[in-house]
């Protein structure tokens, strides 16, 4: 595992999260701690390791396409910030 | 325990049957201390006087028809504010979700409600459940009961406290790291994180799928098996719902009286840890010996990778589970945005805490691009030797004694370093990557006063043998029947 850097930007950007300059440089000195802690774990040996994604072993559930009630409209329009004619108001994507 | 309002669930619900108390007195002297400590606790973000008393009154009725569904019908219960009521707030202690009102119950909400519960109110916690403290809560910190200068720790802190303030008489939290156990035993309250896949996770607020469980606060074992009891089960709203056998938890607790082999994980009592909290946990191993259980050491070899591989697994989870804030369908809305992409930065930078925000920037770097293998990946495959330790340590013993955590209560404020509060959940944070069932109860009390506890860890889905060892202790220390002054 190589020595971390941490491009404050451009994972901002990935995590679609505006920060402040005061945060970025926060964050930068705060994480770059945790990453350094983290790089510990460069040095077990994981040849032949399967990875755990899920403490048991989960398979696919499979259920029948029956349809079924869903959540009313305007149950799942309740908590829209902006609503009109059951829809939800964004701002104008396309000029 | 003898105020309605501190009683055990178990003694009230013998009261109840025994036409001693009503549902609805009950829930008044809950009300009632509610409104007397929460200026000085803060263990609310909201709560609904009057659906709470509605509630009440119905199970009265239900009682005085000769309808009564069970040990729970009339018992107030507080719920962690991740965990969804129906037409109540839901907030995760964000901002973001501050105007929130759940359109739908939680399955284990679901099950309390048929169980004749009343739904008390909504529990402080960290924000979106990440934190060891309750400091980061976008509402303000809950106090600890036992000295409210203190962290009740976190992140259920709301719930732990609640109960060891006499404002429940049980309550839900969630655990990912700890979150359950670490704080009941900063507030000397039974504390149980149930295997994962036990309990169904619908309708908990997300922050890492593959670690969170949601699990009781109580002040017996012996109430912890009856609440278990009543949100165990498989779910088909849950994909990673496990079709458990699930036994009458309370009953195996006068059936199962050991003794136990017992395991002592060496590397669980070196540095750190605080010598008072040492002391308590080897008086407690002391009590199993002398009780016919065979004491051994074992060794979890990887448990000082731990850490790392939780808040790698931990945070990547929660930056892919928090993406669906970005403030178009529900949640904070930014006014300020310039257009439509925007609007998700924005909505995301105002709504989201210090603590939220590095965690998902941590977990949004894990999956990057060419450190994926590197981080995310390579943290699985120590998560399957993590495993691996425990799977082998159940070999030799059937359940592990260790301390719940490294330090007791501490001030308000005084842990501003991430890496210092992360610390907090050392002893806890490997029991969620291998989905072991964990309680944690008190043991003791530091000469300053602040509560102890005493994590006891099971093999998988063995709840029923994990609660009788406990149980067994509790049934001959008192430590759990101490209240606060407050």
Redesign the interface.
Known sequence: MSAPQLNIDHVAKLARLALTPTEKAQFAQQLGDVLHHIEQLGRVDVTGIEPTAHAFAVTNVWQDDEPRPGLPVEAALRNAPAQRENMIVVPKVVE | MSSLHYQSLTDAAAALDAKRISATELTQAVIARTKAVEPRVHAFNSFDEADALAQAAASDARRAAGQVRGPLDGIPIAFKDVIAVEGQPLTASSKMLR???S??DATVTTKLKRAGAVLWGRLNCDEFAMGSSTENSAFGPTGNPWDVTRVPGGSSGGSAAALAAGEAIATLGSDTGGSIRQPAALCGVVGLKPT??LVSRYGLIAFAS?LDQIGPFTHTVEDAAVLLQAIAGHD?RD??S?RAEIPDYRAELARRRGPWKLGIPREYFGEGLDPEIGAAVEKAIAFYREQGCEIREVSLP?T??C???Y??IATAEA?SNL?RY????????SAQ?K??VD????S??EG?G?EV??R???G??VL?SGYYD??Y?????????I?QDFLNAYQEVDALITPTSPVPAFKLGEKS???AM?LCDIYTIGVN????PGISVPCGFTSAGLPIGLQLVGQ?FQEANLLAVAHAYTQAHAWHSQQPKL
Do not use: C, W
């Open positions: 105007n929130f009102v359109p739908y994962y896949g593959s088909e994909s990673t496990y990887h000082k990778y850490l790392d591989t808040y790698i930056s993406a970005d403030g178009v369908r529900y949640g904070h809305r945005a257009d439509a609007l998700y930065f924005q995301r930078a989201f210090p925000k590095r998902i920037i941590l949004t770097y990057s590197a981080y990946l390579r943290a699985q495959k120590v998560r399957t030797l495993r370093d991430p890496l992360y990557l291998a989905g072991l998988p």
